[in-house]
Nanobody, 128 residues
Framework: QVQLVESGGGLVQAGGSLRLSCAAS????????MGWFRQAPGKEREFVAV????????YYSKSVKGRFTISRDNAKKTIYLQMDSLEPEDTAIYYC?????????????????????WGQGTQVTVSS
């Protein structure tokens, strides 16, 4: 069973930066797309960003494009989310997700139930 563990969340002022990490328990997911989702209080979980296995295909949601950068290091079995110019609206629990059956271009509209592997989430709080 593959496990995903996020880290790097915290409290930051608006305009600040954070970098999230998601480490996989084994190399299985090195061959597949991996992504980030977030869930704000009282809202549904939403897609944030996805990166394919070799890092050459990347998609972002409109709300974070230009401010967030997703990357991966397959040698470390880890993906990252660099978050700059943070806004209070970015406050949420951020989740790492992956599934061998889901292509990168599907992450923006796929049902949550179609993604088999999720991390436990890491809290990001942006104060105004």
């Amino acid at each position: 069973q593959v496990q995903l563990v996020e880290s790097g969340g915290g409290l930051v002022q608006a305009g600040g930066s954070l970098r999230l990490s998601c480490a996989a328990s084994d190399r299985t997911l090195n061959s597949f797309a991996m992504g980030w989702f977030r869930q704000a209080p009282g809202k549904e979980r939403e897609f944030v960003a996805v990166i394919n296995w070799n890092g050459r295909t990347i998609y972002y949601s409109k709300s974070v494009k230009g401010r967030f950068t997703i990357s991966r290091d397959n040698a470390k079995k880890t993906i990252y989310l660099q978050m700059d110019s943070l806004e209070p609206e970015d406050t949420a629990i951020y989740y790492c997700a992956a599934d061998p059956r889901v292509a990168a271009e599907e992450y923006g509209h796929v049902k949550e139930s179609s993604i088999g592997y999720w991390g436990q989430g890491t809290q990001v709080t942006v104060s105004s």
